[in-house]
């Protein structure tokens, strides 16, 4: 189903944008502060940010991914579109805590 796989490039794409903006804070502050538990959230940003980007890769431009996904069942579709969007409502948290 075509909703599966638009969701789930949005949610890549939404968490593409936080990812961005939090990584931006994150190295800031390691920047003006050098603390170490920023350093590691930036690193976290950063490996998070690059599996999104594949993600997107894969569910834009993959031609194969992109059959693949919209033939197999809708169980699997659903799991799929869950985990991008589970990793958007974390960041979607993190990013309420660090912009407020």
């Known amino acids: 189903m075509e ?56 569910y834009v431009l993959h031609p194969d991914f992109i059959e693949w996904f919209r033939v197999t069942g809708t169980d699997v579709q659903v799991g799929i579109t869950l985990l991008c969007g589970l990793e958007l409502a974390a960041l979607a948290f993190l990013s309420w805590i660090t912009f407020r």
């Open 3 to 58: 909703v599966w796989l638009n969701a789930a490039r949005a949610a890549a794409g939404v968490n593409v944008l936080l990812l961005l903006a939090l990584g931006s804070v994150w190295l800031r502050g390691y920047r003006s502060h050098g603390a170490s538990h920023t350093l590691g959230l930036l690193v976290f940003a950063v490996m998070l940010l690059v599996q999104n980007l594949l993600w997107l890769y894969f």
